[in-house]
């Protein structure tokens, strides 16, 4: 279980907190927690400070060991983390500091469809995505790629499934990294992680994992609103999927080969779950290509998905996709490694963040951002809870010099899946959910009860702090209308 | 003979505890224990019988290494899993038999996806002659 944290932990200021550097254990840099006063009891509950201090030992590491006010226990790192390495000052790349399920994300695709109007034909609508979209255990796609195919898909992510007439300028375009990740390598992924993706490249998954039909219910700069195509009142689909058995599997296979990799670098670790190589060592480099292969499988599944979704809702009303201006507003990795510049005590670094259950958010005129977003920032997805709210958040200039471009990534558990099992006893969480005006599907015995909405905290106080601290700033609320979960 | 397997919690993900009087039992038990979890053993007929081979560098490794061949038996190969049974087991290999049927989304009642068998709080051991295990699930 989460032991209490008996280190030091002290306010910073309204929205921050600190874990003062402790050379006795090792700490390099301090550990920064984003944190209001009403959210830092479930963060302190939720197990994850050990892990901040623990990640603020590796070698490398500049700034903070950071986590966002959606921290709770992970393996090695917390979920909710963020942490920055020199790559040219001996910093490392952890597996564990992404997590097995890599560039699991998320994407929102924006309607010109109205509430209103589809409201009234919500449970018909839910249940035509229900079938159409592959979700829970053992289903498969309808996608299958052979193995040239797959590798291809590997090395180049979305700009594969474009040539293959499976993406638009548009959707690469509003994708992270345009849904493809430089420096991948198939020939860094095992055959057994390969096979366990052939054929799941556009499946759901299950556990946390959704499509949800949604409105916009609240619009807090309509400006940045309208620019995304979210006024008041459109219907929206967001998607929370990764990269399913194959980024698993990679993530499997490299702690395991890394084992021994820390010893052979001198570099001594206080739990062996933070596994990490030299950025340049040959280790690293066999993980980071490997990694960034399963990040375009990733990209690549959400983009199948939202494929699918658009032909259901094509089916559905009777009008292309195109017709229904089902257009991607933005795709999010939140679990994810990627080399970035930052400036760090005057001078221009070349860094391997990690995020770990955290959101880049790349303000106005990063390079990065396409056309359409320059000037606004980049869009942050927010998913919540299925029966509350989601957000969508704008990337801003105080992220790139507080946190490294970074922000939280949803909402965070607070109960554990059998807790919520539990308090669920001789309640059906799907008629609640109908009473708040939300269609909630699930193909798992369980699935509704371990992810109702009491087992998460509220989205809205997890997305205040990190407005309040600056490090976002808040387009639009999104309410669900109707859930599919595997 | 006896064997036993349960869940236990932690923050998002679940764990599972097995005792037995033997290392395979306990093998098994931890097998059979990942597989209800995954999808109910009791609806699940036996059409076939598969062998699965693990290794690993110690007892504990060899526990991970077999399980993430059980979820890949399930969630990769779409078997529905009846019952493990642990054939040998040496302290760095493992084979067993495992009866299963095809899994059908439509009649076998399913959990939650496992994504990973971890290394975290991972435990085989022997107490007063009779072995006790248990790995945490990343859900």
Redesign the interface.
Known sequence: MARQFEGKLERLDGNRWRIPRDASRGMRVDGIIYSSDELIKDVVAGGGLDQVANVATLPGIVGASLAMPDIHWGYGFCIGGVAAMDIDAGGVISPGGVGYDINCGVRLLTSDLHADDVRPRMETLTNQVFRDVPCGVGVGGPYTFSGGEISRLLNEGMKYLHHRGLASDEDLAATESAGSIGGADVSAVSMEARKRGGDQCGTLGSGNHFAEIQYVDQVYDAAAAAAMGLEQGRVTVMIHSGSRGLGHQVCGDYLKTMQSVPKRYGIDLPDRQLVCAPFDAPEAQQYLAAMRAAANFAWCNRQLLAEQIRKAFSHFFGKSAAQLGMAQVYDVAHNIAKVETYEINGKMRRLCVHRKGATRAFGPGSPDLPDRYRDLGQPVLIPGDMGRASHVLLGTAEAMRQSFGSTCHGAGRVLSRGEAIRKSAGRRIDKELAAMGVIAKSRSREGLAEEQPAAYKDVDDVVNCVAAAGISHKVARLRPMGVIKG | MSKHCE????????GLKASADTLGELFEALAEGLADF???REQVKTKETITIEARGDDIE?LAVEFL?KIM?T???N?K?VAAVRVMKIEPNLVHAQVDCEP???AR??????V??????MLEVREVEGRWAGQVLL??
């Open positions: 869940t236990f919690e932690h923050t998002a993900d679940v995954i999808c109910r490794a993430w890949d399930i969630q990769t779409r529905a899994l059908n989304p076998h009642e399913t959990g939650t996806e994504k990973a068998v971890t290394y975290h990343d859900i």
